[in-house]
């Protein structure tokens, strides 16, 4: 039996009395998974992203280990009922907001606001703050500054993803300037976020010279960050008393630990290790969240179709992004189809042996994405379940 077919045979035993679409998480890779980060933070402390979670007991076992402290929330609303329900007392909303309720139930609430910490990189988003409660009708508001972390080589080329407008040590002292000189606010942190670092693989399979171009660009544009977040932060702190300098994401835990400049590492996605991080040297984590869809048809003797899978991650349109059928082994998309809303055919050495009725595991291309479809996960510890884990979608909790 191969490790494939062992593998197979254990999630089959342990979700035999579960129907389909049914998912997963392996408890033991997750538990794995979770301590080789902190051991790659290297004495940092990890903020858990909670987009590439999306559940609340995840949440709170990873936050139970010693490493992890805080959270990385997507939403503001998120973030109001993690703290509001106890899962953390720490979380800073990761990307502006411009929900004027959560901002209005954020004002209203003076616990709430002293562990609740928004993202600001436009003067902009403090007027609107202010517009939905005056400073002098609210708790002071805690914010943090987002700096661009893209790589900039030449006013024409522009590498990694579209955030801040905050690029340059003098940019990030003027806007630090301009938020403590504001009543009702105070400037607590600095983010900076090198996704064309930490959410691009460089060994993509099969793509050798693109491994070697991603490998150049990574190390040329890391050192350009290093050095612009060093100043930055410094342009900054003659401003304010920071409290913490968040960077990087799982794929760049390691190198983002080496800027003395960062305080605390940003991580989540390497807990559910999906597809997208098979594209990585420096490490690859154990598999843990799986999902499991039964084949109803059969139509020709090379060709098992199971019913949905198209669960598509979310970024550019290409066949990375979507899900992969992993157990058992030989399983292939047809390139065609794909995988479809309601039916997903699957061809491949290991379709012809599938009969109706039998399961087939997939992988996400990306992590929290899943739990968009699932309303739990369930735990597998050996060839038994033995926790069920609600989702967000399961608590009925939809954020976006």
Request: glycine share 10%; aromatic share 6%; proline share 8%.
């Amino acid at each position: 039996m191969t490790p494939a077919d062992a593998l197979y045979d254990r999630f089959e035993r342990a979700t035999a009395a579960l129907p389909s679409p049914v998912g997963i998480v392996d408890l033991a890779s997750f538990d794995a998974n979770a301590d080789v980060l902190v051991a790659r933070a290297a004495g940092k402390p990890l903020r858990l992203a909670s987009k590439s979670v999306r559940n609340r007991e995840a949440l709170r076992r990873v936050l139970a280990r010693p490493g992890w402290r805080g959270i990385l929330a997507y939403t503001l609303p998120e973030a109001l009922w993690l703290t509001g329900s106890g899962v953390t007392d720490d979380a800073v909303v990761g990307y502006p907001t411009a929900d004027r309720v959560a901002i209005a139930t954020l004002a209203a609430d003076e616990r709430a606001a002293a562990t609740v910490t928004l993202m600001i990189d436009d003067p902009a988003q403090l007027d609107l703050v202010d517009s939905v409660v005056g400073p002098t009708r609210r708790p002071t508001i805690r914010v943090c500054l987002e700096l661009d972390a893209s790589w900039r080589p030449s006013k024409q080329v522009h590498v990694g993803v579209r955030r801040s407008p905050v690029h340059g040590a003098a940019q990030a002292g003027a806007l630090a300037a301009e938020i403590v000189k504001r009543p009702g606010f105070r400037l607590v942190g600095m983010m900076s976020y090198e996704a064309q670092i930490a959410g691009l693989g460089d060994a993509p399979p099969g793509r050798p010279l693109r491994a070697v171009a991603i490998r150049l660009m990574q190390s040329r544009s890391q050192k350009d960050l290093w050095e612009r977040r060093q100043r930055a932060v410094a342009a900054v702190r003659e401003h304010a008393e920071l409290e913490f300098v968040n960077g990087g994401g799982t794929g760049s835990v390691a190198a983002t630990t080496t800027d003395s400049s960062v305080t605390e590492i940003a991580a989540g996605s390497g807990l559910y290790g999906p597809t997208l991080f098979d594209g990585y040297r420096a490490w690859q984590p154990h598999p843990s969240a799986f999902f499991g869809l039964s084949v109803v048809r059969r139509p020709t003797p090379g060709i098992a179709t199971v019913l949905g899978g198209g669960w598509v991650a979310s970024g550019e349109a290409s066949p990375t992004r979507q899900p992969s059928p992993v157990l058992p082994a030989g399983l292939e998309l047809i390139p065609l189809e794909g995988a479809g809303e309601v039916q997903t055919p699957l061809t491949g050495p290991g379709a012809s042996r599938l009969r109706i009725g039998d399961r087939v595991w997939f992988r996400h291309a990306k992590a929290g994405e899943l739990c968009e479809h699932l309303p739990a996960l369930h735990v597998v510890e050996g060839d038994a379940v033995t926790a069920e884990w609600p989702t967000y979608r399961g608590e009925g909790m939809s954020f976006l």
